[in-house]
């Protein structure tokens, strides 16, 4: 699969460990930054990664900040992207099975290593369900293009 992954300075050295992790699993990860632990703004990287899935040069993406929020509602505000915001591995197998996440943040001062290894794992090789999810998928999309106030 190919992998985005984007940071900012708090979520740099987990991202750095976990592209390692999905290399050594044979994905092909691009890095979009951040490239240090020197401060940037999460909103660059989130949206940055989510292009790069929205464009189609990459299958999905993950990303990390402090909490995972920030990076993720920013992905969020790209057209075609589905963010899921996810700590545990229950919410990262249902975000797939169910939501057909096709981005994953996760926060790097709220879980560990272990942990967010577990997650990208379940979320890499878990399937979308397709059937009633379909449909509920296909209302998110319709809501892309929704303008304000309708
Ligand atoms: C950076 O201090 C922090 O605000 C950021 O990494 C993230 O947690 C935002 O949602």
């Not at 992954?5 to 290399?23: C, T």
């Not at 020197?38 to 909103?43: G, I």
């Not at 940055?48 to 402090?66: P, W």
């Not at 990208?120 to 999810?133: K, Q």
């Amino acid at each position: 699969m190919r992998i985005v992954m984007g940071s900012d300075h708090a979520g740099f050295e987990l991202k750095n460990h976990l592209a390692e992790h999905l290399r050594s699993q044979g994905h092909e990860v691009i890095d979009v930054g951040a490239h240090s632990t020197e401060s940037v703004d999460y909103p660059t990287y989130g949206a940055k990664a989510a292009r790069t899935v929205a464009n189609g040069e990459a299958d999905r993406a993950i990303l990390v900040c402090g909490t995972g929020q920030g990076i993720g509602m920013a992905a969020n505000k790209v057209p075609g992207v589905r963010c899921a915001i996810v700590s545990d591995p229950y919410s990262a197998k249902l975000s797939r099975e169910h939501n057909d996440a096709n981005s994953l943040a996760i926060g790097a001062r709220v879980i560990g290593a272990g942990v967010a290894e577990d997650i990208v794992d379940i979320w890499t090789t878990t399937e979308f369900l397709g059937g009633r999810h379909g449909r509920r998928v296909t209302m998110l999309a319709e809501l892309d293009s929704v303008e304000p106030g309708e």
